[in-house]
């Protein structure tokens, strides 16, 4: 019996119209051209049937093949998107054996004896309906099961139960039970019209099949030869190469008869007849997986056929990596953006060979609108390219400028390079035996990402050392063309300090970007600002000389008497603070100016000689006789001698009055200079 409507508008028809007509909710005839009006039947008979009944599906389903294997069973009902039975309690096998019985006579091979999805195979005693344990009594038959670890798979006997037997060497009658209509996908043959790519399963007869196209192919076997066929025009397009399972489902090699894709006749081609629903990926095996699942690095499909073919990149025929892409094809296109992103995982700072050693990670992206990708995952770690590809694919080339042997960016094994999907899928390739979507290069861009430890030459300005703040560069130069083709996209790039904040002898403030100044090619500058900790010098320069200082002060308050002790002191301080001086002057680098702690130290110095000066010249003050002082010799008596000693002392040119100015004003001259210059020293550093 054939259905047939035909209605004709001449307008285009609302979307919820047609949706309405598919779902068989509405009827309505056509303006132009009506079922209802103006037809005239000849040779036909015409009968009259329900809305429901036009739209209502008439599918079997349930197949059945006899004589075979378990193996060929757990294929052919899963290639065919139906499901193996796997009835376990006596009314699920009894419901089984009639229905067998009752289509087939006694003598056939179904009619007493099918293969059950349940085995024991993963666990000797625990029964799986697949990966799921069977839960429940199962209806065993006497005595059974009894083949232990030789008999690991599951048959209906009849009325009598089940039976364990050997899954190798029997060959069984199996039943494939079908939830609805399948629809089928002829993939790899380059149709357009999807009329061309869908087929129907049908059985004509026990152990048979035939898939009917929605269109005018279809596939079925013919002398024991499975055969794509126009039937339109009765044509063989193509013919099957025989597998051990001689099953269409699944991906096949084909012998083509004709032109398909371009591809000559007589060639082998390779054709993917699917039942999967949108959305998933076919194994090799015909079975289903979730189209996210292919290519994860991990195997989902049991025969591992889901990591297989899983090249991200299609390069064209007229690709040549030495040249960068262009984002406009007219003259004077604008140059290609790369976005770069910098992220530090560790800082050191070499302040005598003025060097910034830096661990970082560093990724450049950009985007190739002269290729496209496949099977692009929204996590972009799943769409990593082999070093294969990279090598055939362009990238920029980026210098370190300011390093200290000239570093650049590496493609090698350390390359991780991905494709970052931003866009969806523009079309299906219908030239793949796959579920395989086709990605913009445009919309999609490429990050190269590597980790790099690199020394960078770094001039440092010590003058306000140790109270000085220093900026650091990284200085990267795209090398590869000169920013007419290339350049740094400033608003995209980015850097991030992940590293510890607190060194040695610097803390690390915020990074940041900054154009570089090259006028040829396109730079970008990272600035990696430095201030001092100046903590560990006052520990061991400032606080040690301060207290050495008040040492040599002290000085001034010994008696002048003990000149000896007062120089040896003050000698002594002096001569630690040079010492001091030089270890200092050896930790840093040699420059043509004075750094603040050469003067802190140079005035310790000059304050330790002022005091010796005032040692002296209070020494000399004290103890001094005159050229000009007559000597008296003669014979007195005691009170002459006691009225002597009183006429010498007052006699001195250098009285004892001067004397003690002369201590009182070195005292005072050492802590003016002291208060003084500290004042200048301190304002300064600190403006």
């Known amino acids: 019996m054939l259905w047939v409507q035909v209605n004709v508008w001449d307008r285009v028809l609302a979307a919820g119209e047609i949706q309405r007509m598919a779902r068989c909710e509405d009827d309505p005839q056509?303006?132009?051209?009506?079922?209802?009006?103006?037809?005239?039947?000849?040779?036909?008979?015409s009968y009259e049937a329900s809305l429901d009944d036009f739209c209502k599906d008439k599918f079997d389903m349930t197949y059945w093949f006899p004589s075979l294997t378990h193996v060929e069973s757990q294929y052919l009902c899963s290639s065919m998107g139906s499901r193996h039975p796997s009835a376990t309690d006596r009314q699920e096998i009894l419901a089984l054996v009639d229905k067998a019985q009752a289509k087939f006579p006694a003598s056939h091979s179904c009619y007493a004896d099918q293969w059950l999805n349940i085995t024991d195979i993963q666990e000797e005693g625990v029964w799986r309906d697949g990966k799921t344990p069977v839960r429940g009594d199962i209806m065993w038959k006497k005595q059974e099961p009894n083949g232990i670890q030789y008999e690991n798979c599951v048959s209906i006997n009849g009325r009598g139960g089940l039976d364990d037997v050997n899954c190798n060497t029997n060959a069984k009658c199996v039943i494939c039970f079908f939830e609805g209509p399948k629809r089928f996908s002829l993939l790899g043959t380059c149709e357009l019209e999807l009329r061309n790519v869908y087929f129907m399963v049908v059985q004509p007869d026990v152990g048979e099949l035939q898939f009917l196209g929605y269109g005018a192919y279809k596939i079925?076997?013919?002398?024991?030869?499975?055969?794509?066929?126009?039937?339109?025009?009765?044509?063989?397009?193509?013919?099957?190469?025989?597998?051990?399972?001689?099953?269409?489902?699944?991906?096949?090699?084909?012998?083509?008869?004709?032109?398909?894709?371009?591809?000559?006749?007589?060639?082998?081609?390779?054709?993917?007849?699917?039942?999967?629903?949108?959305?998933?990926?076919?194994?090799?095996?015909?079975?289903?997986?979730?189209?996210?699942?292919?290519?994860?690095?991990?195997?989902?499909?049991?025969?591992?056929?889901?990591?297989?073919?899983?090249?991200?990149?299609?390069?064209?025929?007229?690709?040549?990596?030495?040249?960068?892409?262009?984002?406009?094809q007219e003259e004077g296109g604008v140059s290609l953006p790369i976005t770069l992103t910098v992220g530090v995982e560790s800082l050191g700072v070499n302040t005598l060979a003025m060097t910034l050693e830096v661990s970082y990670t560093l990724s450049l992206t950009w985007v190739d609108n002269r290729l496209l990708y496949r099977n692009l995952k929204h996590n972009s770690n799943?769409?990593?390219?082999?070093?294969?590809?990279?090598?055939?694919?362009?990238?920029?080339?980026?210098?370190?400028?300011?390093?200290?042997?000239?570093?650049?960016?590496?493609?090698?094994?350390?390359?991780?390079?991905?494709?970052?999907?931003?866009?969806?899928?523009?079309?299906?390739?219908?030239?793949?035996?796959?579920?395989?979507?086709?990605?913009?290069?445009?919309?999609?861009?490429?990050?190269?990402?590597?980790?790099y430890g690199t020394v960078f030459t770094c001039t440092l300005h010590l003058g306000l050392y140790p109270f000085d703040l220093q900026h650091c560069f990284m200085r990267f130069r795209i090398t590869s063309a000169s920013k007419v083709f290339l350049e740094f996209n400033f608003t995209s790039s980015s850097v991030t300090n992940f590293g510890n904040e607190l060194l040695v002898e610097y803390t690390v403030g915020t990074l940041e970007l900054v154009k570089g100044e090259s006028s040829t090619y396109s730079e970008m500058w990272v600035r990696v600002p430095l201030k001092r900790l100046a903590s560990y010098a006052v520990l061991n320069i400032y606080l040690p000389t301060l207290v050495l200082l008040v040492v040599d002060y002290f000085t001034l308050f010994f008696r002048p008497s003990i000149f000896?002790?007062?120089?040896?002191?003050?000698?002594?301080?002096?001569?630690?603070?040079?010492?001091?001086f030089s270890q200092v002057s050896a930790s840093l680098p040699k420059t043509s100016y004075f750094k603040m702690v050469d003067v802190w130290l140079i005035f310790c110095i000059g304050i330790t000689f002022l005091t010796i000066i005032f040692h002296v010249l209070v020494d000399a003050c004290l103890y001094s006789v005159p050229k000009d002082a007559v000597i008296m010799v003669g014979f007195k008596t005691f009170r002459d001698n006691k009225k002597g000693k009183a006429g010498s002392a007052a006699g001195s040119l250098c009285s004892s009055k001067p004397g003690d100015r002369m201590v009182l004003w070195s005292k005072i001259i050492v802590a003016g200079v002291f208060v003084i210059f500290n004042l200048i020293y301190w304002i300064y550093i600190l403006a």
Not at 283 to 300: E, G, Q, S, Y
């Open 30 to 45: 056509g303006n132009y051209v009506s079922w209802e009006v103006g037809w005239t039947l000849q040779e036909v008979t």
């Open 220 to 328: 079925m076997l013919q002398e024991e030869v499975w055969v794509w066929l126009d039937s339109v025009t009765n044509h063989t397009i193509a013919t099957m190469v025989n597998t051990s399972l001689n099953f269409p489902m699944g991906r096949r090699w084909w012998k083509l008869e004709r032109s398909v894709c371009g591809q000559k006749a007589g060639g082998l081609r390779r054709l993917l007849l699917s039942p999967c629903p949108p959305g998933h990926f076919t194994c090799d095996d015909a079975t289903c997986i979730a189209i996210d699942h292919r290519c994860d690095f991990k195997h989902d499909c049991r025969d591992k056929s889901d990591e297989l073919g899983c090249e991200v990149v299609s390069f064209p025929e007229d690709y040549q990596n030495h040249l960068p892409p262009r984002l406009e």
């Open 564 to 580: 000896d002790v007062r120089m040896m002191a003050a000698l002594t301080v002096q001569l630690v603070i040079a010492t001091l």
């Open 382 to 451: 799943l769409n990593v390219l082999s070093l294969a590809t990279v090598r055939l694919l362009w990238a920029p080339e980026v210098a370190f400028v300011n390093t200290v042997d000239g570093h650049h960016t590496k493609m090698d094994y350390e390359t991780n390079v991905r494709v970052n999907r931003l866009a969806n899928a523009v079309e299906r390739n219908s030239s793949s035996p796959a579920e395989e979507d086709v990605f913009s290069g445009e919309h999609n861009p490429i990050s190269a990402v590597r980790k």
